[in-house]
Structures are given as structure tokens and as C-alpha cells.
């Protein structure tokens, strides 16, 4: 089994930071990208940030570059997302996602994490 867990959600204040963290774990041989997507109420999930194991390339939806940071640690384990100058319209659920080839297979799949709220208000 393959489980991605997020961390790090919940309120926070116009202007403020939050960092968002989501570990994968389980039969895992290799993992190729890992992003972040979001979905507010009445609207559909889109993506924020990913970032691709080989060379770290990264890429960010229009609205949120310049303020998130997306990031991958040493293992590749575990993908960051550094959310920086918060405004209202980042209120949402947070989802990771990953492309992940478990052990005996030849085929790469996207995993998802149960997501995590992300408040922005004063």
C-alpha cells in the first residue's frame, strides 16, 4: 500500500505563511513528480505547484508564483510547500499528489492525499 499524508493546513491571516508538508510512504521504488493542487468551494481542483525528482524542475500556477515555494527533501520522500504572502482567494483544500511506481511493477500511478484546509482571513 501507498500512503501520502499532508500536514500543516489551517488559519491564517491576510499576509501571513503557512508551510505544508506531505510524506509518502508505503511500497514505494520510485517516485517521479510531486505536486500540490487545491479546491476551493464551488470551483474545480487545480494545480499549484510541482516539482519533478529528476533535476528538481519546478512549475507554479500563475496566481501563486512569486509566494509558494514547492520543495522535495533529500530522500524524495516528502514534497513542501512554502506559502508565503497569503491572501483570501488561497482558501482552500490542499491535496498532494504523487507519481509513484511501486515495487514489482512497471507502471507509475498518481497517489492523492485526503487533503488539508487551508484558511485565509482576518
Known amino acids: 500500500q501507498v500512503q501520502l499524508v499532508e500536514s500543516g493546513g489551517g488559519l491564517v491571516q491576510p499576509g501571513g505563511s503557512l508551510r505544508l508538508s506531505c510524506a509518502a510512504s508505503?511500497?514505494?521504488?520510485?517516485?517521479?513528480?510531486m505536486g500540490w493542487y487545491r479546491q476551493a468551494p464551488g470551483k474545480e481542483r487545480e494545480l499549484v505547484a510541482v516539482i519533478i525528482s529528476s533535476g528538481g524542475v519546478t512549475n507554479y500556477a500563475d496566481s501563486v508564483k512569486g509566494r509558494f515555494t514547492i520543495s522535495r527533501d533529500n530522500a524524495g520522500n516528502t514534497v513542501n510547500l512554502q506559502m508565503n504572502s497569503l491572501k483570501p482567494e488561497d482558501t482552500a483544500v490542499y491535496y498532494c499528489?504523487?507519481?509513484?511506481?511501486?515495487?514489482?511493477?512497471?507502471?507509475?500511478?498518481?497517489?492523492w492525499g485526503k487533503g488539508t484546509q487551508v484558511t485565509v482571513s482576518s
Open positions: 508505503g511500497s514505494i521504488f520510485s517516485i517521479n513528480a
Open positions: 499528489e504523487a507519481d509513484i511506481r511501486r515495487y514489482y511493477s512497471d507502471v507509475v500511478l498518481p497517489y
